[in-house]
């Protein structure tokens, strides 16, 4: 009986010695693997970038209302495959427009992101090649004097845009601004905008035919003077510190009356500064 009892406990603490080092096993590779998992993979390639540019859309933008002006990149190791990226996404290279590259790129896959940011990174180690093209080349700018030297682009002008709003701002004599549904804006010299709405339908062909049905810049038509100014803008938003000049919003703190109104004209322009479309605002004083 003694025996029996010996062997079985000999049995019982061999299974226990071999679940353990099974188990310990299993830890060792489960860490190996996490270890592994929180590691960013780093691999250099060849990157071809297109000369047209392309048109993405903000993360935060679930519509697809404000297409962004991007590049358009193909990678070695995703050949046929174009893929969108930010101007500046590509640390250390300055992109031009109708310019085709070939680069060296370090192409890092973060193990751990930012939040609400892509996984990838992208270094410039070298330009392989740097082509002009010259069918996508931008035009010679001609100065522009009066609004018929504004030269549209093609299918243009398109109702694309409509100001956000209304397009009715309302000025005290302290020069604070507000929407007319009574909306404060942010202060005229620092934040407020004006904000354009995608209007156009999104089974109209323009929709997302790229960069050259973008409005990146704007031309002012000012009621108050005949110079014809040119603005930029960022992701089809206008800052007003850049279509009011300090004299015009002076102008109207000091020397408006209460009713009186400015009826400004907007010609929306694509990166070649060809126009869109025109639309218009009025600034009214309270």
């Known amino acids: 009986m003694k025996r029996l009892r010996y062997v079985i406990?000999?049995?019982?603490k061999k299974i226990w010695r071999n679940i353990l080092v099974m188990t310990?096993?299993?830890?060792?590779?489960?860490?190996?693997?996490?270890?592994?998992?929180?590691k960013d993979i780093t691999k250099?390639?060849?990157?071809?970038v297109s000369a047209e540019p392309g048109v993405m859309y903000d993360l935060f933008d679930s519509m697809?209302?404000?297409?962004?002006?991007?590049m358009r990149v193909m990678t070695e190791d995703e050949p046929g495959q174009w893929q969108n990226l930010y101007f500046s996404e590509i640390k250390g290279f300055t992109y031009e427009r109708g310019h085709e590259y070939e680069l060296r790129v370090k192409r890092t896959i973060l193990a751990n992101p930012p939040q609400d940011a892509s996984n990838r990174t992208y270094e410039l180690v070298r330009i392989l090649a740097d082509k002009k093209v010259e069918d996508v080349a931008e035009p010679v700018e001609k100065e522009v004097k009066e609004e018929p030297d504004i030269e549209y682009e093609q299918q243009c002008p398109v109702e694309k845009y409509a100001i956000a709003k209304g397009g009715e701002y309302m000025v005290?004599?302290?020069g604070n601004m507000t929407y007319a549904d009574g909306t404060l804006t942010p202060e005229f010299d620092k934040h407020a905008q004006i904000y354009l709405e995608n209007i156009l339908d999104k089974s109209h062909p323009l929709w997302q035919a790229g960069a050259r049905y973008m409005a990146t810049y704007a031309y002012v038509l000012s009621p108050l003077t005949d110079e014809i100014r040119l603005v930029s803008g960022t992701r089809s938003n206008f800052l007003f510190k850049n279509i009011l000049t300090e004299s015009e919003m002076e102008y109207v703190k000091q020397s408006m009356k209460q009713g009186e109104a400015l009826h400004y004209n907007l010609i929306?322009?694509?990166?070649?500064?060809r126009g869109i479309q025109k639309v218009k605002f009025t600034i009214k004083k309270k």
């Open 44 to 48: 250099e390639m060849n990157m071809s």
């Open 9 to 12: 406990d000999m049995k019982t």
């Open 172 to 174: 005290d004599a302290d």
């Open 268 to 273: 929306l322009a694509n990166v070649y500064k």
């Open 64 to 70: 697809g209302e404000h297409p962004i002006e991007c």
């Open 24 to 38: 310990a096993a299993m830890l060792s590779l489960a860490s190996c693997s996490s270890d592994d998992d929180n």
